[in-house]
């Protein structure tokens, strides 16, 4: 979490035109880097994946991960009888004979967590779906393919977003802590567990009744997140020690109002807000983007000079309550 100063834009709020702390979040982005397309198909079993065209080299780190991937033009398949022959790669355009069958088209990224500060290698490959009709998904697709995509291309500052990640983990945990149960009274057989679980008939526990089980590491979603800042240059708000808990910023970010979900240097999934809001929710204006250092020393800085100037005025009372006794004296004289 960060703290972020601006003035509050909500008209209806209490705080309107006030400056005021944002908590915020911020949210590294490295590029991702298109290295093939999916095409699925409709069938009496679901979607299923028609074909698929990759690029011939992806990633250092994706080739370590993934096998598949050996040699530049060459793909990793089983020798048959008689024949030490390998499958090239397919390319894009042997997607096009299943436009007529498709019915979506997906992305086949690599998230390049080595771009991070995180301490990460090993990449991730990781789906994007897209929208529009077919034309315009295959068009896309193969525009895209075997370049990289910022966030800066996806997203744009006060814009709202979703947030898809998994949450922090906290293992087995009873029921008190799980869903807030009250504590028995001293006299009850069992004080941290629920009275009673349900009736003899039907025999059975609904699963409404608080339980004991795992609690945490669930995959959570939260929506309308707004967007301040979308920044290329990480030294406008990483100091130079790092960011506690994660380190140094490498490469894009973006700084989201509230918190999200899960611990840090987790991989999270980002969209567009799908549901409704209120556009006056959230919004601020003259935002400061600037690292926990320089906030600590501008609130510090303020606080010298407004005791400062409270001293002053105190002086001034002071030798205007002097002035009066002098001019008695003189009278007395």
């Known amino acids: 979490m960060a703290t972020i100063f601006g003035k509050n834009a909500h008209e209806k709020s209490v705080n309107f035109g006030t400056e005021t702390a944002i908590p915020a979040t911020i949210i590294e982005c490295p590029p991702i880097k298109i290295i093939g397309a999916r095409v699925y198909g409709k069938t009496t079993d679901g979607l299923k994946a028609l074909g698929e065209a990759t690029i011939e080299k992806p990633g250092k780190n994706l080739r370590e991960k993934l096998k598949a991937f050996k040699k530049a033009g060459k793909k990793k398949t089983k020798a048959t009888k008689g024949s030490s022959e390998t499958n090239t790669y397919s390319k894009f355009d042997d997607l096009e004979k299943f436009k007529e069958k498709a019915v979506k088209v997906v992305l086949l990224s690599e998230l390049q967590a080595s771009q991070t500060g995180i301490g990460k290698k090993k990449a991730d490959v990781a789906e994007l779906t897209l929208n529009g009709t077919i034309e315009q998904q295959f068009g896309f697709a193969k525009e895209k393919f075997g370049k990289e995509i910022r966030i800066a291309d996806v997203f744009k500052a006060h814009e709202f977003i979703d947030v898809k990640a998994v949450n922090k983990g906290k293992g087995f945990q009873g029921p008190v802590k799980r869903f807030g149960v009250k504590i028995q009274r001293p006299k009850a057989k069992k004080h941290r567990a629920v009275g009673s679980i349900g009736p003899w008939h039907p025999a059975t526990v609904m699963w409404t009744v608080p339980r004991p089980g795992q609690m945490g590491y669930h995959t959570r979603t939260e929506y ?18 790092g960011l506690s808990n994660y380190g140094i910023l490498r490469s894009d970010f973006i700084v989201v109002s509230g918190s999200i ?21 959230a919004n601020y204006t003259d935002l400061k983007l600037s690292y926990e250092g320089e906030a600590k020393k501008e609130i510090k800085e303020e606080k010298k000079e407004a005791k400062e100037t409270h001293k002053a005025g105190k002086k001034e009372e002071k030798a205007d309550a002097k002035e009066p006794k002098a001019e008695k004296g003189a009278e007395k004289k």
Do not use: C, M, W, Y
């Open 261 to 281: 979900p899960g611990p840090a240097k987790r991989v999270i999934a980002l969209r567009h807000g799908i549901r409704k809001v209120d556009k006056n929710l």
């Open 224 to 241: 309308n997140k707004r967007i301040l800042f979308v920044e290329t240059d990480p030294k406008t708000i990483s100091p130079p020690q």
